[in-house]
């Protein structure tokens, strides 16, 4: 029993909550028991502050919670800085190729040849009822006109699509088939079998239209490949 006294002056006097007060009395009850190591119940409840939780829920030094805390600062700042390259990849890799000014000029083209192939159609019923116009050369005319009408819906579709899809193949069928529309045209304002001033009227603006889509398709298809 007069062991128990200093352990129990000590444990009052040590920083500590009310159980170390309490576990320093019971060991001074008991007798002033010991382990068989020497060291008191109060001395290691005393060694508590030193003691920290990590985030696993073990026990370990504070310095080495510290550095795992560092750790995984580090691995959150790397998992953001990857996060970040891949939105800018992503935002790198949906950057639009479409044509704006070759998409109005389709729309444009295709309006402006409808009013093409009815006035050209009629010119033609005009110029057979007023001039002579031999019946092969009319048939030639007449044929080549609707010939240009399909090759033309052909070439606004392919040129439309493949410019929203930013596909180059569909674009290049435009293309070729835009060649083959300037070529029935300059051959409607040039070398048809009567050309009247309104056909010149009618055909310059059209073979316009067609040499610009020509080299927007061209410049498109350019940027889609590269």
Same mark, same amino acid.
């Given at each position: 029993?007069?062991?128990?006294?200093?352990?129990?002056?000590?444990?009052? !006097?040590?920083?500590?909550?009310?159980?170390? &007060?309490?576990?320093? &009395?019971?060991?001074?009850? !008991? @007798?002033?028991?010991? /382990?068989?190591? @020497?060291? *008191? $119940?109060?001395?290691?409840? *005393?060694?508590?502050?030193?003691?920290?939780?990590?985030?696993?829920?073990?026990?370990?030094?504070?310095?080495? +919670?510290? %550095?795992?805390? !560092?750790?995984?600062?580090?691995?959150?700042? #790397?998992?953001?800085?990857?996060?970040?390259?891949? =939105? $800018?990849?992503?935002?790198?890799?949906?950057?639009?190729?479409?044509?704006?000014?070759?998409? =109005?000029?389709? +729309?444009?083209?295709?309006?402006?040849?409808?009013?093409?192939?009815?006035?050209?159609?009629?010119?033609?019923?005009?110029?057979?009822?007023?001039?002579?116009?031999?019946?092969?050369?009319?048939?030639?005319?007449?044929? #080549?006109?609707?010939?240009? /009408?399909?090759?033309?819906?052909?070439?606004?579709?392919?040129?439309? %699509?493949?410019?929203?899809?930013?596909?180059?193949?569909?674009?290049?069928?435009? #293309?070729?088939?835009?060649? /083959?529309?300037?070529?029935?045209?300059?051959?409607?304002?040039?070398?048809?079998?009567?050309? #009247?001033?309104?056909?010149?009227?009618?055909?310059?603006?059209?073979?316009?239209?067609?040499?610009?889509?020509?080299?927007?398709?061209?410049?498109?298809?350019? $940027?889609?490949?590269?």
């Amino acid at each position: 029993m007069a062991e128990g006294i200093p352990f129990e002056s000590r444990a009052e !006097r040590l920083p500590g909550s009310r159980r170390t &007060r309490r576990a320093g &009395r019971a060991g001074a009850g !008991r @007798g002033g028991a010991r /382990g068989q190591d @020497g060291v *008191s $119940a109060a001395s290691i409840f *005393s060694l508590r502050p030193t003691i920290s939780v990590c985030n696993n829920g073990q026990p370990a030094d504070l310095k080495f +919670c510290s %550095t795992l805390s !560092r750790e995984g600062s580090e691995e959150r700042k #790397l998992l953001i800085s990857g996060k970040s390259t891949q =939105m $800018a990849t992503g935002r790198a890799s949906n950057t639009v190729l479409s044509s704006l000014p070759l998409q =109005m000029l389709l +729309c444009l083209s295709g309006t402006y040849y409808a009013l093409y192939f009815l006035a050209t159609l009629l010119l033609l019923v005009y110029k057979s009822q007023v001039f002579t116009y031999p019946h092969s050369y009319l048939v030639l005319d007449l044929t #080549l006109l609707f010939l240009m /009408g399909i090759l033309e819906a052909i070439r606004l579709y392919f040129g439309a %699509t493949g410019n929203l899809m930013e596909a180059e193949v569909p674009l290049a069928a435009s #293309l070729v088939l835009t060649m /083959g529309g300037a070529l029935l045209s300059a051959y409607f304002l040039l070398w048809q079998t009567l050309v #009247l001033r309104a056909d010149t009227a009618l055909g310059a603006p059209l073979l316009v239209l067609h040499s610009l889509e020509a080299i927007l398709e061209v410049v498109a298809i350019a $940027a889609f490949l590269s």
